[in-house]
């Protein structure tokens, strides 16, 4: 089960939810948090939905579907955050994914709010946490001042004390045009592996990636294995990725489905800088 705004622009949100989970063998139960206006450039505005018709959408289902983990993405207003975590602690077993991201469509005044409500009341029901450094910094050290970005072991030690139990920390820099996503337990780093990196600009990678790993987890996977598939899986969708239209490039979550006779044309017009060549 997804909870995430939906995206009219099939860019991410519930639309990368859907895509992924279906791609990697798992049925999506989507649950709109949100309504976002927007292109595939940027996010105009968001539309809120009461939180009540949140809980409505995810009962009706619940109380017919077996479900076996879930994503939190999205949830648009701090009202939304503690119906749903009210819903998760009703189903403590059933593995979470949070995803730190789109804080940025939030205005000052309900960002402080909002990241303060999912400190209090998703993470600690959270069995994996990811996002990129920025994003997990702003969610996990909001009042962060160092020069420098705080550290991996910062980051996790500071995610444990809200009783997240694994951090995955995404598109980190490394060296010779690497990126690194690093998974991260209470005590060491549980996985470290490489990519290239993509010359193009991304929407929807990071609800692709979470949406995945979340489906994975689903089928059963252990962890790490899991982050292994989903990771790989994302790698795939961006060297697949493809301009919908004037905005960024999109990750294509069914490239496995791509014609093998397109395929040298899927190379040579491939925005994202990447061929269809499998790492």
């Known amino acids: 089960m997804y909870f995430n705004a939906a995206d009219p622009s099939g860019s991410a949100g519930l639309a990368a939810d859907l895509a992924s989970c279906s791609a990697v063998g798992c049925h999506p139960l989507p649950v709109t948090t949100a309504l976002w206006v927007r292109d595939t450039a940027e996010i105009f505005d968001t539309i809120d939905i009461e939180a009540d018709a949140v809980i409505e959408q995810a009962r009706a289902v619940l109380e017919d579907v077996e479900i076996s983990a879930w994503k939190v993405g999205f949830l648009g207003t701090v009202e939304v955050i ?77 995610a444990h004390q809200f009783g997240v139990q694994y951090l995955l920390a995404t598109g980190l820099l490394g060296g010779d045009g690497k990126v690194e996503n690093v998974l991260l337990g209470p005590r060491r780093v549980l996985l470290r592996e490489s990519f290239e990196l993509f010359e193009a600009g991304f929407t929807g990678a990071g609800d692709t990636l979470s949406a995945a790993l979340t489906a994975i987890l689903a089928n059963g996977v252990k962890l790490d294995q899991a982050v292994h598939e989903a990771s790989e899986y994302l790698d795939h969708c961006l060297d697949f990725g493809y301009r919908p239209g004037m905005g960024q490039v999109v990750p294509d979550r069914f490239f496995w489905a791509q014609p093998a006779e397109e395929e040298d044309a899927q190379e040579a017009g491939n925005p994202a800088g990447g061929g269809p060549t499998l790492q």
């Open 82 to 158: 503690n119906a749903v975590a009210e819903l998760l602690a009703d189903y403590s077993q059933v593995p979470l994914v949070t995803y730190a991201g789109n804080f940025h469509v939030l205005d000052e005044s309900q960002s402080d709010d909002y990241i303060k409500a999912m400190q209090e009341l998703i993470l600690p029901q959270t069995r994996v946490l990811t996002g990129n450094q920025s994003a997990l910094t702003q969610l996990l050290l909001p009042d962060w001042e160092g020069e420098a970005p705080p550290t991996l072991e910062a980051l996790m030690h500071k």
